[in-house]
């Protein structure tokens, strides 16, 4: 307790007024203040909203209480979850059957022909891989939850990070741009009497006078159905009579909800990041606070061991979610690479076709450079409490001191892909090199037709 008395008479450790009460409260107090400030209580409006898709199915995300999160296999959101799966996984079966029998030497030099023949089951095979993994970390988040709120009650000292403008506009930013990109992809490839980058929709009736089949062009919401489903999903459907509304409709709504969970997968890691980075954030600025001042062994440990808990937190979340952030770099290294490839060829389009590449191709960058970036940051931020342990006064330099300094320099602290890689600054080039790598492959592959 002198620790915390002595830091807190300090007045460049004091954040704000709510934090000095928060300094006070008792375990279980602090609990109720962060059912109100805490991690959870600001990613909870995204989760929830990722709930109704379906694609994180949490019981009970909504509530501010961690301590009543759950998870059922018969609960409906896990059952529509499950009837999710099923569902990409059906296409994903068509989809790479197609590639299997259309991934051949003349798609991969023909101009988009690679796209053409992958981007189907590229897709919606993310989204199978991304919604199970979903599933399987919504049965282990409500205990992931509860682990985080006991190491926010322990740094209750420190106050609680202030996230909620930060991720409310992060997720209503990346996902108004992402909407807006899939309606233009929708509009450009379905709009009545539009030509068709993806595909040669014109459809061969299979009758004894081999009539052409016209799409409904009509501006109805049946018509755009129509052409949305054989425009955009044209490996799904043998021949026009296999075409029904009702498939039309369920097409529709899984590539919506395709398109949600790719999104998706690529704010969680940013909120997620972001939280965890704010963590560090508030030791660090406390120790700053106690810059060159005279620290007893115990303030020192505390120190330390607030730290550990924050390093072992990074760690328990990593082995939940390192295959998350691997599908995210790795589908978004594709994209970027068939959008850019896209983008060269729709030169010779029409001028709107040319600008939503742009605009696609653009957006792209800027979600997987902001990934990176949010997720970097638990790295950047876990960095900076090294100079401030070598600021210690030098009758103030105990064991503990050298123990926090050891650890500090010897444990490395960062979200990975798979275990194989850290999400690091660094990255970034890395990722802009085998974007680099795969376009210049690309354009050669296309160069030799």
Request: charged residues 15%.
């Amino acid at each position: 307790m002198s620790a915390v008395h002595d830091i807190r008479r300090n007045k460049h450790n004091s954040v704000s007024p709510s934090m000095l009460s928060a300094q006070e409260y008792s375990a279980r107090e602090f609990n109720e203040y962060l059912n109100k400030t805490g991690v959870h209580y600001y990613i909870r409006y995204v989760l929830t909203f990722a709930s109704i898709f379906g694609v994180f199915p949490v019981s009970s995300i909504y509530r501010r209480d961690v301590y009543k999160l759950t998870f059922r296999w018969y609960y409906p959101i896990a059952i529509y979850s499950f009837l999710l799966f099923c569902g990409f996984a059906s296409i994903e079966l068509f989809s790479l059957d197609y590639t299997i029998r259309n991934l051949n030497q003349d798609n991969l030099t023909a101009k988009g022909g690679i796209k053409k023949a992958t981007s189907g089951s590229i897709f919606y095979g993310n989204a199978c891989c991304a919604l199970w993994m979903f599933i399987k970390l919504a049965k282990k988040w409500p205990k992931l939850m509860q682990d985080w709120r006991t190491v926010e009650i322990s740094m209750r000292r420190f106050g609680a990070p202030r996230l909620g403008w930060k991720s409310t506009t992060l997720a209503i930013v990346l996902l108004v741009f992402a909407f807006t990109e899939h309606g233009l992809h929708n509009w450009l490839n379905t709009r009545p009497g539009g030509k068709d980058d993806i595909a040669s929709m014109a459809l061969i009736d299979n009758d004894d006078n081999g009539s052409l089949i016209l799409l409904d062009q009509s501006a109805t919401f049946t018509g755009y159905l129509e052409r949305f489903s054989l425009k955009t999903h044209w490996y799904l459907y043998d021949d026009y009579d296999s075409y029904t509304p009702v498939k039309g409709f369920l097409v529709m709504w899984l590539s919506l909800t395709a398109t949600f969970l790719w999104n998706f997968t690529d704010l969680f890691i940013m909120l997620v990041s972001s939280a965890l980075a704010a963590q560090f954030k508030k030791l660090t600025k406390a120790m700053h606070g106690v810059r060159g001042q005279m620290l007893t062994m115990s303030q020192w440990q505390e120190y330390r061991e607030t730290y550990t808990s924050l390093t072992h937190l990074v760690k328990k979340i990593d082995d939940h979610i390192n295959v998350i952030v691997a599908l995210s770099i790795g589908s978004n290294i594709y994209f970027i690479c068939a959008q850019l490839i896209t983008e060269i060829d729709s030169i010779k389009h029409s001028y709107f076709r040319t600008l939503f590449y742009m605009y696609s191709f653009m957006f792209l960058v800027f979600r997987t450079t902001a990934v990176v970036m949010q997720a970097s940051a638990i790295n950047d931020e876990s960095k900076k409490i090294v100079p401030e342990i070598f600021m210690c006064p030098t009758h103030s330099y105990s064991i503990e001191t050298q123990r926090f300094l050891q650890e500090v320099t010897s444990d490395y602290v960062a979200l990975t892909g798979l275990k194989m890689f850290s999400i690091t600054r660094n990255f970034l080039l890395g990722v802009a090199g085998a974007v680099l790598t795969y376009e210049i492959v690309l354009i050669q592959l296309q160069n030799t037709n």
